[in-house]
């Protein structure tokens, strides 16, 4: 749907944000439903991506949406080329839990290019504008790499994948 280059809401330090269409969680509230059609997003390929992203040298990466769990093969690819070409972190938002990501062999195929998941739907009756890089406290921050270690309040402790 968009990529935000240099951006610093999307994670910790600067970050190139890839903006994905297509959501269906529906969070009342969500700050951006225009994500939620996916006809409201435009294809690019993951060389495309990759050419923007290494042309970065100081950003990571952050995937968000709509959900990029709903495009889990491209998003996986990405991530893996990510991954192997460069040195760069990468954080993604979705509105499933880790634990909803854990039991489907479909979407769980993303988590091991991830160093950083904030999972969970945004709940609007319990919008905390305080939060960083999250909108309700049920949605948590999860360290899956020790690569990212901020100290972050809210943060998961480190979940061991690779």
């Known amino acids: 749907m968009d990529i935000v280059e240099q951006t610093m809401a999307d994670g910790p330090g600067l970050r190139t944000a890839i903006y994905c269409a ?4 529906h969070c009342p509230g969500c700050h951006n439903p225009q994500s ?3 006809d409201n997003g435009y294809d690019i390929s993951v060389d495309e991506l990759m050419e923007i992203i290494k042309a970065d040298e100081i950003s990571n990466v952050s995937f968000s949406g709509g959900d990029p769990f709903y495009q889990v093969e491209a998003f996986t690819n990405l991530a893996r080329r990510i991954k192997s070409e460069t040195n760069k972190t990468i954080w993604c938002w979705t509105g499933f839990t880790i634990e909803e990501i854990r039991a489907d062999k479909k979407l769980a195929q993303l988590l091991p290019y991830l160093d950083v998941l904030v999972d969970g739907p945004f709940i609007l009756e319990q919008r905390d504008t305080t939060l960083l890089f999250r909108g309700s406290p049920n949605q948590r921050i999860i360290y899956l790499t020790p ?7 809210g943060t998961v402790p480190l979940v061991p994948f690779k």
């Open 147 to 153: 690569k990212e270690d901020d100290v972050i309040p």
């Open 22 to 25: 297509g959501c269906e969680h």
């Open 36 to 38: 939620w059609n996916r």
